[in-house]
């Protein structure tokens, strides 16, 4: 393993025949690029959404693209610990995993609390995923040399703080929606560098990794601010990201580059052009509180307990 030293393209993607890839959140934008490139060089992609009918969309997609791709689903609501538990039973049948891409999302939506008792950004972007990770980690390590790839952004810069404090407790006075972001896409990489220090000391043959794609044209503006991804405001949002953003296909790249290429536990990985905004992807540097292993340290025991799985 070494740490890639320029820009990354897919024309470096090894082939990935034979490897099983789980990706969240395919049913559009960052992880319907990512599931349709990883399936065009030979992986088994499973397709792990909440929604079975976007999974057939998805599927009928991507074999369309890839005639003969190996396409598998697996349900899975990431806001909801139960449908973690179950969906983790389910992966069961799926053998070793290669990879698992913690991509699935949601950003500045209204406030509102989970099944859980949890806020719904929180518990989407990082408990949810915290979860699976967690009970997917056997089947990982089986694979011998496993991956976990999550997703953060560069709006991690906007948390004034890591989210430690108890989330059942819910705090009083306004929601702050971006900051309540950002503290997700902060818990992000606070998870990958705490998972991947854990996975080292216990003598795991999983290393985790992250990635951010920038700013790319996806659903994730609409769907947050409207709670829909088309029709009326939702089609205007998307077409103002369409016409200021990266493709979802460029910004899937850091997300490809984390998951297969020859690189070391925690690195991050993200857009090397214009502010990190577009371009090719490259490692990246995050910021100090990212770094702090006080911060990871106490969101992890905070996460065991949310979750109710003490692991690796
Ligand atoms: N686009 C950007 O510029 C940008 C920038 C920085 C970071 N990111 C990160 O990139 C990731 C992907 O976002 P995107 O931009 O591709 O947005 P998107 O087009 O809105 O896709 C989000 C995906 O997450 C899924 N999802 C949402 N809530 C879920 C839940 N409770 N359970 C399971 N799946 C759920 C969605 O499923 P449905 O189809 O069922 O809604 C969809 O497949 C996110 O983690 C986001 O924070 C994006």
Redesign the pocket.
């Known amino acids: 393993m070494s740490a890639h030293p320029s820009t990354w393209s897919l024309a470096e993607m090894p082939d990935q025949a034979g490897r099983t890839v789980v990706v969240?959140?395919?049913?559009?934008?960052?992880?319907e690029a990512t599931a349709l490139e990883l399936a065009r060089r030979g992986a088994h992609v499973v397709l792990a959404?909440?929604?079975p009918e976007?999974i057939a969309t998805t599927t009928a997609h991507i074999e369309r693209e890839v005639p003969g791709a190996r396409v598998g689903s697996l349900v899975?609501?990431?806001?909801s610990l139960a449908s973690v538990h179950a969906a983790a039973a389910e992966a069961a049948r799926l053998g070793p995993i290669d990879v698992l891409v913690n991509?699935?999302?949601?950003?500045a939506t209204p406030a509102r609390r989970t099944d859980d008792d949890l806020d719904l950004q929180m518990a989407?972007?990082h408990f949810g995923p915290f979860l699976l990770t967690g009970l997917l980690l056997p089947q990982l390590a089986a694979s011998g040399d496993g991956r976990v790839v999550t997703?953060s952004?560069?709006?991690h810069r906007i948390a004034r703080s890591a989210p430690t404090r108890d989330p059942r407790r819910v705090p009083g006075g306004r929601y702050h929606r971006w900051q309540v972001y950002g503290q997700s896409?902060l818990a992000n990489l606070l998870f990958t560098f705490e998972l991947q220090r854990r996975a080292t000391a216990a003598g795991l043959p999983v290393r985790a990794l992250a990635a951010?794609?920038g700013?790319?044209s996806?659903?994730?503006l609409s769907?947050g601010q409207t709670g829909r991804?088309q029709g009326g405001l939702a089609s205007i949002l998307n077409g103002v990201a369409a016409a200021t953003?990266q493709s979802?296909a460029d910004?899937a790249l850091p997300t490809l580059m984390a998951a297969t290429a020859d690189l070391p536990g925690g690195t991050f990985c993200g857009p090397g052009s214009f502010q990190q905004m577009r371009g090719l992807p490259r490692v990246v540097g995050s910021n100090a509180l990212s770094r702090d292993e006080t911060a990871q340290r106490e969101l992890w025991e905070v996460s065991e307990a949310t979750a109710g799985l003490t692991w690796p």
Not at 24 to 31: A, E, I, K, M, Q
């Open positions: 969240t959140g395919p049913t559009s934008g960052l992880g959404a909440r929604n976007k899975v609501d990431l806001s991509n699935a999302g949601v950003m989407t972007n997703v952004s560069f709006l896409k951010h794609p700013y790319a996806t659903h994730l769907y991804s953003a979802a910004g």
